[in-house]
């Protein structure tokens, strides 16, 4: 998968299950919409990544690293209040993270050998 695919898809996930959250309770907090507020910056970045821009999809590696370490703490809340709807989103959202960040070290490591291969070719 490209990084840019799962990036979206990374996107999409985060906004969708953060307003579900949110939506979905009986007692929303808004602390549930911190995902979705991720979700929306990241994909206003969609472009540069997709357009492989450097500092752009370096910017979201960062985000898509610090959104993986804030979803820990909703799911092991989650987990103490014995709540399986939250598990589980906060589990697909952790998943789709995981596999985003995934895609863009692949994606870096890629370009490196491609211009490691060139510069050889030299």
Same mark, same amino acid.
């Given at each position: 998968?490209? *990084?840019? /695919? *799962? @990036?979206? &898809? ?20 808004? /602390? *549930?919409?911190?995902?979705?507020? @991720? ?10 990544? +997709? +357009?492989?821009?450097?500092?752009? *999809? ?5 985000? /898509? ?7 820990? +703490? ?8 014995? #709540?399986?709807? $939250? ?6 959202? =952790?998943?789709? /993270?995981? &596999?985003?960040?995934?895609? @863009? =070290?692949?994606? @870096? =490591? #890629?370009?490196?050998? $491609?211009? +490691?291969?060139? $510069?050889?070719?030299?």
């Amino acid at each position: 998968m490209k *990084a840019h /695919t *799962a @990036f979206l &898809i990374n996107a999409v996930v985060l906004i969708g299950l953060g307003l579900w959250g949110y939506l979905g309770s009986e007692t929303p907090s808004k /602390t *549930a919409l911190i995902p979705v507020v @991720f979700g929306v910056v990241i994909l206003s970045l969609y472009k540069g990544v +997709k +357009k492989e821009n450097k500092i752009v *999809a370096h910017i979201a590696v960062l985000l /898509t690293l610090l959104i993986l370490v804030g979803l820990i +703490k909703p799911l092991t809340a989650s987990i103490g209040r014995e #709540d399986g709807m $939250a598990i589980m989103r906060v589990s697909v959202m =952790i998943l789709s /993270t995981v &596999i985003a960040l995934v895609s @863009f =070290i692949k994606s @870096f =490591i #890629d370009v490196r050998r $491609a211009r +490691k291969q060139a $510069a050889l070719a030299e």
